[in-house]
């Protein structure tokens, strides 16, 4: 069965930290390239961070620039997010989107929920 599960959301404070993995099973994220995306309450859902295919280039919105950085392990078929010195502004539902380099085929994760607050 093909699938993306998505983990390590949850609440923390402000200025604390989260990682988010996204996980592939059933296919190889090799040939991907993978944006990470959230959707606040009430808003659109926004792309925010993407990397590419070989992991070395990975581009941010100004919005969690110098504090989120993006990674993927093709080995463990796994992609990494993670944030630092969270605002309550990042609270959101966070997806993970992968497209085919070649076919154009995408995945999308579940989804988690990250709740800034203290």
């Known amino acids: 069965q093909l699938q993306l599960v998505e983990s390590g959301g949850g609440l923390v404070q402000p200025g604390g930290s989260l990682r988010l993995s996204c996980a592939a099973s059933?296919?190889?994220?090799?040939?991907?390239?993978i944006v990470w995306l959230r959707q606040a309450p009430g808003k659109e859902r926004e792309g925010f961070s993407c990397?590419?295919?070989?992991?070395?280039?990975?581009n941010y919105a100004d919005s969690v620039k110098g504090r989120f950085t993006i990674s993927r392990d093709n080995a463990k078929n796994t992609v990494v997010l993670q944030m630092n010195s969270l605002k309550p502004e990042d609270t959101a539902v966070y997806y993970c989107?992968?497209?085919?380099?070649?076919?154009?085929?995408?995945?999308w994760g579940q989804g988690t929920q990250v709740t800034v607050s203290s």
């Open positions: 059933g296919f190889s994220l090799e040939y991907y390239s």
């Open positions: 989107n992968l497209k085919h380099l070649l076919t154009g085929e995408v995945y």
């Open positions: 990397i590419s295919v070989s992991g070395g280039s990975a």
